[in-house]
Nanobody, 127 residues
Framework: QVQLVESGGGLVQAGGSLRLSCVAS????????MGWFRQAPGKEREFVAA????????YYADSVKGRFTISRDNAKNTVYLQMNSLKPEDTAVYLC????????????????????WGQGTQVTVSS
């Protein structure tokens, strides 16, 4: 079971930026697609972005497209989420997740397709 640890959350004003990081344990990180999700209080967990095994393909929720960028560094077992032009509605706990399918070629936004989750990092955007 891979361990995922997120960091980089915090409090930021609307219009500001944050960069989240997620470090994965183990030797197979580069064999899997990775994703970022978020969960606001009282709301369901929702998809934010996903990236394939080598970073050559990405996929975003419409709500963050053009503002957020997902990337990865396989040498560091790390996936990133650069968040720009933040809005109060982006406030949530952000979690990274590992796709369950070996190979990492295909992208998905379905929670059930991810089998390992981090604890999350809080992002709060003030108006």
């Amino acid at each position: 079971q891979v361990q995922l640890v997120e960091s980089g959350g915090g409090l930021v004003q609307a219009g500001g930026s944050l960069r989240l990081s997620c470090v994965a344990s183990g030797r197979t990180f580069s064999s899997y697609a990775m994703g970022w999700f978020r969960q606001a209080p009282g709301k369901e967990r929702e998809f934010v972005a996903a990236i394939n095994w080598n970073g050559g393909s990405t996929y975003y929720a419409d709500s963050v497209k053009g503002r957020f960028t997902i990337s990865r560094d396989n040498a560091k077992n790390t996936v990133y989420l650069q968040m720009n032009s933040l809005k109060p509605e982006d406030t949530a706990v952000y979690l990274c997740a590992k796709d369950r399918q070996f190979g990492g070629k295909y992208l998905t936004d379905r929670l059930a397709d991810f089998d390992s989750w981090g604890q999350g990092t809080q992002v709060t955007v003030s108006s």
